[in-house]
């Protein structure tokens, strides 16, 4: 008689990984156009889901790629020096303040793990970047959520009462992701007076070219205790698909604690040398920032008539809510081409990006019937 030996399934024996996960979601990116295509059935798409700048990055970039590739067999530099350098110019901040990362994304996984121990508190404000959650509750963060105004605004009162009981980590995003709501300097400032220095603070300014409202190192260096400024150069700089980001810190021996955790050579050759052209190509980037600022307005302007509710967004892409539900008024523009960003936000909201003037004409002649009930 033939025996046969009886496994127990794979499921059934424990997971070898740590119990923080069960709760963590993998972060959702935008659809892509691969799958938009297929969808819809149709490759005339504009893109306007991921806050990509659809403009372009400046010219210069590929020539300064074509170069980088001419030694794929040599390693980057680990320390991204010469753009350390020229960032540092560029932001009047000492070199050795500055952490580069591909994409900031990165950056708050390092900057969590190094500054999180379990059970400690992280404070923040949802809705916002969904990455705070995944990363805090990897790092196994007691998350302290004060929830966003009506207008999605930070209710800053609030946040000074949580403030002022001393995170470990307090995290604000301005302009929010996927709001778009700005804070003011003043916001800032009185939330620094209530924050005791004990406390890290993150400010992700991904966003910041569109809104350079107030000068954030002066306020948080008033402040004076430890802090990282994040920023990218995937959205006005235009280089998404380079994955290169970088943080401004308190001091270099922040960094040196970021640098243990960051992997080395994280960010190659070819995206190294297209954010140095980008950052030297001030005339492109004003332009771009002035042409999305100018377009938002077109398409702030089209909602505002159909009667829309939307947030004041200072970003490069608008936050409304959707009569018909987010998923419906997503189907309805992905068979007109149009691929957007519903948001699981209570109340039925949806993010669209700003795209190039053609890609907005076609979004505002879509934008009735895909927003009708």
């Not at 892509?32 to 970039?61: F, H, I, Q, W, Y």
Request: charged share 20%.
């Amino acid at each position: 008689m033939l025996v046969v030996d009886q496994k127990p399934l794979a499921s059934a024996m424990p997971s070898p990984v740590r119990a923080a996960l069960e709760t963590v979601q993998a972060y959702k990116a935008g659809m892509t156009l691969a799958e938009a295509g297929r969808r819809a059935g149709r490759s005339d798409l504009s893109k306007l889901a991921s806050n990509e700048n659809l403009l372009g990055a400046s010219p210069t970039v590929a020539d300064a790629v074509q170069a980088a590739l001419a030694s794929p067999e040599i390693y980057p530099d680990p320390y991204c020096e010469t753009l350390r350098d020229a960032l540092g110019l560029h932001l009047a901040v000492d070199p050795a303040r500055i952490v580069v990362s591909p994409g900031s994304e990165a950056l708050i996984d390092y900057l969590f793990r190094a500054v999180i121990s379990p059970g400690e508190t992280i404070l923040l404000s949802t809705p916002t970047f969904p990455a705070y959650e995944i990363f805090a509750k990897c790092a196994e963060a007691a998350i302290v959520d004060v929830p966003r105004l009506a207008n999605f605004d930070l209710d800053v009162e609030a946040f000074k009462v949580e403030a002022a009981k001393g995170p470990k980590l307090l995290v604000l995003c301005t302009p929010n992701n996927p709001t778009g709501n700005a804070l003011t300097g003043i916001d800032i400032g009185e939330i620094l007076a209530v924050t005791p220095r004990s406390t890290m603070v993150f400010i992700d300014e991904a966003y910041r070219e569109y809104h350079e409202a107030f000068n954030t190192f002066a306020l948080l260096e008033a402040w004076g205790g430890p802090w990282v400024s994040a920023r990218t150069f995937s959205k006005a700089y235009g280089l998404a698909g380079m994955r290169v980001g970088y943080g401004i810190a308190s001091s270099a021996e922040l960094v040196g604690y970021l640098d243990r955790l960051r992997p080395p050579f994280n960010v190659t050759a070819i995206s190294q040398a297209a954010a140095l052209a980008v950052l030297a190509d001030v005339e492109h980037l004003e332009r771009t920032v002035a042409l999305t600022i100018a377009e938002r307005g077109r398409v702030e302007a089209a909602l505002d008539v159909l009667g829309v509710e939307r947030t004041s967004s200072q970003a490069n892409f608008v936050f409304l809510r959707s009569p018909a539900g987010p998923q419906a008024t997503t189907e309805r523009l992905l068979r007109d081409g149009l691929i957007i960003r519903p948001t699981p936000v209570a109340g039925g909201w949806v993010r669209i990006t700003i795209g190039r003037p053609a890609d907005n004409d076609r979004l505002i002649a879509a934008l009735p019937a895909a927003l009708a009930r």
